[in-house]
């Protein structure tokens, strides 16, 4: 057994992992609209490893808890502001259909705070998660020993519709 991170040996995963620390720790996009959108991929593609991950990081950030469990039915939760609901639509889409609609990049525009490199850093970060989520679910990545297994209660997601 090698005592090397496993990005030393695979220079692709170093630079992966640069991005996404790029996208949580140095960016434009508030941190409350990156984690509401982590978390509906998480849920949407069901991800354990990635819903129990940012979990915790929600609440580092201090995402309310009951934000964080209502990206599970975003559309009928009344404590989501314009902007929640713009980047949660825009996850959505881009989920289901690879683009956001005009309605929804216009919603993004309005509503999002930071100008064109959050509206840049939100869509990097709805296709790196996307990413990040299929290979977890790909490679059956377990959840870590510290880590509950879909935070708070314990309710996965339906996993009839997911695709990836």
């Not at 640069?18 to 849920?43: A, K, Q, S």
């Not at 959505?92 to 309005?110: H, Q």
């Not at 990097?124 to 490679?139: E, K, P, T, Y």
């Not at 959840?143 to 708070?152: A, D, Y």
Request: aromatic letters at 8%.
């Amino acid at each position: 057994m090698t005592s090397e991170r496993p990005e030393s040996r695979i220079p692709m995963l170093g630079a992966f992992n640069d991005l996404l620390g790029l996208l949580l720790f140095r960016n434009t996009l508030p941190h409350r609209l990156r984690e509401l959108v982590i978390m509906r991929i998480g849920w949407v593609t069901g991800s354990e490893y990635e819903w129990g991950q940012h979990w915790r990081i929600g609440q580092t950030f201090e995402v309310p808890t009951d934000d964080l469990l209502a990206v599970r039915d975003w559309e009928r939760h009344p404590g989501f502001d314009d902007a929640d609901r713009a980047v949660l639509a825009a996850t959505d889409e881009v989920l289901e259909t690879g683009a956001v609609t005009d309605e929804t990049w216009k919603a993004c525009v309005a509503h999002v705070p930071g100008g064109e490199h959050a509206l840049l850093e939100l869509f990097m970060a709805i296709g790196a998660w996307r990413m990040v989520s299929g290979v977890l679910r790909s490679l059956e990545v377990p959840i870590e020993i510290f880590t509950e297994s879909w935070p708070p209660d314990g309710v996965e997601p339906d996993r009839s519709g997911i695709h990836g």
